[in-house]
Nanobody, 123 residues
């Protein structure tokens, strides 16, 4: 079964850090673009960060540049999103995704979604 499972979400104070993990099973992450998306209540799902499937280039939304870092461990088949200097506006459900994209991933590029993990940043 093809599956992505996120972990690492939780409640943190503004300025704090969290690291989200995304474990893949049933397929190899190395052959896919990897993306992190988020969806806040009442808002559309938006791309946060991604790794290109062609050359490993990384992309970040302007709102998280300099604070978030995406990475992957191909040996473990796990992707990560390190989130530092968190702000209340980062509060959302975060989704891991795999698909095909040579540029920043968009929702349309996704083949597999994780179930999501809640991140709440208190002020």
């Amino acid at each position: 079964e093809v599956q992505l499972v996120e972990s690492g979400g939780g409640l943190v104070q503004a300025g704090g850090s969290l690291r989200l993990s995304c474990a893949a099973s049933g397929f190899t992450l190395d052959y896919y673009a990897i993306g992190w998306f988020r969806q806040a209540p009442g808002k559309e799902r938006e791309g946060v960060s991604s790794i290109s499937s062609s050359d490993g280039s990384t992309y970040y939304a302007d709102s998280v540049k300099g604070r978030f870092t995406i990475s992957s461990d191909n040996a473990k088949n796990v992707a990560y999103l390190q989130m530092n200097s968190l702000k209340p506006e980062d509060t959302a459900v975060y989704y891991c995704a795999a698909g095909k994209s040579d540029q920043a991933m968009d929702v349309i590029d996704v083949d597999v979604w994780g179930q999501g993990t809640q991140v709440t940043v208190s002020s």
